[in-house]
């Protein structure tokens, strides 16, 4: 209990030193916290340690937290707070409706914060709401496993007034692209879109436009794209001797740009990317589900390996998200989202990020919300996340930041700045608690920041180890989503259709090079018969041979085979939305 003791001294010493402080400060932030619409997006122009003190809060102030939390709709129950003690009778929450106003969870390695997920998680399924998480460390995946109690962790529970009893969430297993265990996810190149392509391949505007001009030109000569390959080839295509007058058909593709294109396709189908296009792409719908008792599905994306594949994992996330924005209708605000993401490591989503996905990142995080889809992102520190998706987040879960290095605490004391001001000294604080605890600001049900207040989490119902590969696999094995989407369909696609012209075309140039061979030939036996003939009938008159030039078609095989359009199945009808992905025609 030292780590306790320390607390409080700590608490003591600064209740001395600014007990007037704190309450011209509490009155000044009782102030703001009823006119500041969002200052989740408005970091306090003050830093929160112009208050000087580091709780515990007195009286008046618990009963500010008590009242900030004491919402009338539903909530998630986050966890009670602590005073020196934690005080079970003042309930943290977040407004159910509130939660599509998306959130941070954030803290050092080891301080709770994939447990805070799970608790998070957990009750939104049994609220009906769907959840979508992707669990990269393969530590998620107890949710779908009911906890047992000991005795620490049900003497922990009883102290927070947590009826804690053993529970699992129904959950769907997923992969990338069949890789592990779960539901394959894949995603065909043709839905992806240029645009969104070109951000994942890094490439400039010019390129860009230039990819948008090979898919239509896919597109009208019903090419399906469904996998890498077949955009290579495309492109392969185009820039071969046979593709020479189609990519002269089409104005503003130079053979350089479209060889530039390649080079990068070629680089990210090493870095992994390959597994994730194809078909049977999956409906994205399917995060959406809801059991016949009412309970929100948990789609676990389980991705282990991926920290070594980070560009793979923004892929796949870039496309859920617009193609989910795209299928959503609006909805304006609900008494509970349709969906809640998970993104846990989302360091991993930023780092090395280009501009662009960023700036796509941003734009959908701002705009999703009306389609009734919240995102949270759990990470070690909110400097992981850019500046302007980190003013769209309403809520926050800060667990234990380090202060060991300089940088640390500089992110630290920026993290203190994005709270409203509160009784206690958040940098001294941010750095005492233990595991399992956090400083929370939700956005109550005005949108405005509810009181700051130090927190202990609930414990999860579902289990806090992994549910054990066998579990998963029984998951895997009785899912009704697996046999839809397992088979690996390679149709009748750019690949094979080009791949068949351009081995015509060698066939072609072999054959008239045989022709022309055997002309050569037909000529020289002409001539040496002529020769002998002469010899033979010197007195009679001589003969010319002619003979015609074998027929080599002469017809354009490009546009025979470019125009059979059999077997494209995969081509829809489209219109490209605002990410270039498409709006599909589903069954
Ligand atoms: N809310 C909680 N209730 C009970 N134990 C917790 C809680 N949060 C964290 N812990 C304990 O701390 C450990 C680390 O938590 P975890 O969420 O994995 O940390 P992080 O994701 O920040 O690395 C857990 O295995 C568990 O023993
Ligand atoms: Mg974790």
């Given at each position: 209990m030292t780590?306790a003791?320390?607390?409080i001294?700590?608490?003591?010493?600064?209740?001395?030193?600014?007990?007037?402080?704190?309450a011209?400060?509490e009155a000044?932030?009782?102030?703001?916290?009823?006119?500041e619409p969002?200052?989740?997006?408005?970091?306090?122009?003050e830093?929160?340690?112009a208050a000087?003190?580091?709780?515990?809060?007195?009286?008046?102030?618990?009963?500010?937290v008590r009242?900030?939390?004491a919402?009338e709709a539903?909530?998630?129950e986050?966890?009670?707070?602590?005073?020196?003690?934690?005080v079970?009778?003042?309930?943290?929450?977040?407004?159910?409706?509130?939660t599509?106003?998306?959130?941070?969870v954030a803290?050092?390695?080891g301080?709770?914060k994939?447990k805070?997920?799970q608790v998070?998680?957990e009750?939104?399924?049994?609220a009906?709401?769907?959840?979508?998480?992707a669990?990269?460390k393969?530590d998620l995946?107890?949710?779908?496993?009911p906890?047992?109690?000991?005795?620490?962790?049900?003497a922990?529970?009883?102290g927070?007034?947590?009826?804690?009893v053993?529970?699992?969430?129904?959950t769907?297993?997923?992969?990338?692209g069949?890789?592990?265990l779960?539901?394959?996810i894949?995603?065909?190149?043709?839905?992806?879109?240029?645009l969104?392509l070109s951000k994942v391949l890094?490439l400039?505007?010019t390129?860009e436009?230039?990819l948008?001009?090979?898919?239509?030109?896919a597109?009208?000569?019903?090419?399906?794209l469904?996998?890498?390959?077949?955009?290579?080839?495309?492109?392969?295509?185009?820039?071969?001797?046979?593709?020479?007058t189609?990519?002269e058909g089409?104005?503003?593709?130079s053979k350089?740009t479209?060889?530039v294109?390649l080079?990068?396709?070629?680089?990210?189908?090493?870095?992994?990317?390959d597994?994730?296009?194809?078909?049977?792409?999956?409906?994205t719908?399917?995060?959406?589900?809801?059991?016949?008792d009412?309970?929100?599905?948990v789609?676990?994306?389980?991705?282990?390996?991926?920290?070594?594949?980070?560009a793979?994992?923004?892929?796949?996330?870039?496309?859920?998200?617009?193609?989910?924005f795209?299928?959503?209708p609006?909805?304006?605000d609900?008494?509970?989202?349709?969906l809640?993401?998970?993104?846990?490591e989302?360091?991993?989503?930023?780092?090395?990020?280009s501009?662009?996905?960023?700036e796509?990142?941003?734009?959908?995080?701002?705009l999703?919300r009306?389609?009734?889809v919240?995102?949270?992102?759990?990470t070690q520190?909110p400097?992981?996340?850019?500046?302007?998706v980190?003013a769209?987040?309403?809520?926050r879960?800060?667990h234990?930041l380090?202060?060991h290095?300089?940088?640390?605490?500089?992110?630290?004391?920026?993290?203190?700045r994005?709270?409203?001001?509160?009784?206690?000294?958040l940098?001294?604080?941010?750095?005492q608690l233990a595991?399992g605890e956090?400083i929370?600001?939700v956005?109550?049900?005005?949108?405005a920041p509810?009181?700051?207040?130090?927190t202990?989490?609930r414990?999860?119902?579902?289990?806090?180890s992994?549910?054990?590969?066998?579990?998963?696999?029984?998951?895997v094995?009785?899912?009704?989503l697996?046999?839809?989407?397992?088979p690996?369909?390679?149709?009748?696609?750019?690949?094979e259709?080009?791949?068949?012209?351009?081995?015509?075309a060698?066939e072609?140039?072999?054959a008239?090079a045989?022709?022309a061979?055997?002309e050569?030939?037909?000529?020289k036996?002409?001539?040496e018969?002529e020769?002998?003939?002469?010899?033979?009938r010197?007195?009679?008159?001589t003969r010319?041979?002619?003979?015609a030039?074998?027929?080599t078609?002469?017809g354009?095989?490009?546009?025979?085979i470019?125009g059979s359009?059999?077997g494209q199945?995969?081509?829809?009808?489209?219109?490209?939305?605002?990410?270039?992905?498409?709006?599909?025609?589903r069954?």
């Open positions: 780590d003791d320390a607390r001294e700590a608490a003591r010493r600064a209740l001395e030193e600014a007990t007037a402080a704190l011209a400060a000044e932030a009782e102030a703001s916290a009823a006119t969002e200052p989740a997006s408005e970091p306090a122009t830093p929160a340690t000087s003190a580091s709780g515990p809060l007195d009286e008046q102030q618990l009963e500010a009242a900030g939390y919402f539903a909530a998630l986050i966890g009670a707070i602590v005073n020196g003690e934690a079970p009778g003042v309930p943290v929450r977040i407004p159910l409706a509130m599509n106003r998306h959130g941070l803290g050092a390695t301080t709770g994939t805070t997920l998070l998680a009750q939104l399924s049994a009906g709401v769907p959840v979508f998480a669990d990269i393969g995946s107890g949710i779908a496993t906890g047992e109690p000991n005795d620490k962790l049900l922990r529970t009883r927070i007034g947590q009826d804690w053993p529970a699992a969430a129904p769907e297993v997923f992969s990338l069949g890789r592990g779960g539901v394959p894949r995603a065909t190149v043709s839905s992806f879109g240029p969104m890094g400039n505007k390129q436009s230039s948008g001009l090979v898919f239509h030109f597109d009208e000569h019903g090419l399906a469904v996998d890498l390959s077949d955009l290579r080839t495309v492109l392969q295509y185009l820039t071969s001797a046979e593709g020479k189609e990519l089409i104005g503003g593709l350089q479209a060889g294109i080079r990068e396709l070629v680089n990210f189908s090493e870095q992994g990317a597994i994730f296009f194809g078909e049977t792409e999956i409906d719908r399917e995060f959406l589900r809801v059991t016949d009412g309970r929100g599905v789609s676990l994306l389980e991705l282990p390996g991926v920290a070594s594949n980070p793979l994992f923004s892929t796949f996330l870039m496309w859920l998200l617009a193609d989910l795209n299928e959503l609006e909805v304006g609900l008494d509970k989202p349709k809640v993401f998970f993104f846990d989302a360091h991993l989503l930023f780092s090395g990020a501009k662009a996905f960023i796509q990142i941003t734009q959908t995080v701002r999703i009306s389609k009734g919240g995102i949270f992102f759990v520190t400097k992981d996340v850019p500046d302007d980190l769209q987040l309403g809520s879960i800060q234990q380090r202060a290095t300089p940088d640390d605490a500089t992110a630290l004391r920026q993290t203190v994005t709270y409203p001001r509160s009784g206690y000294d940098e001294a604080v941010l750095t595991t956090a929370v600001t956005m109550n049900e005005k949108g509810s009181p700051v207040a130090w202990r989490l414990a999860p119902q579902a289990s806090m992994p549910t054990p590969d066998e579990g998963l696999r029984q998951l094995a009785s899912s009704s697996y046999p839809r989407y397992s690996v369909l390679d149709p009748q696609s750019a690949h259709v080009l791949t068949a012209k351009m081995n015509a060698a072609r140039e072999r008239e045989a022709a061979e055997a050569k030939q037909a000529a036996d002409a001539k018969r020769r002998a003939e002469k010899a033979a010197s007195r009679t008159q010319t041979t002619t003979r030039r074998p027929d078609g002469g354009n095989v490009v546009s025979d470019l359009r059999t199945t995969i081509v829809r009808e489209v219109v490209r939305g605002v990410f270039g992905t498409l709006f599909k025609k069954r």
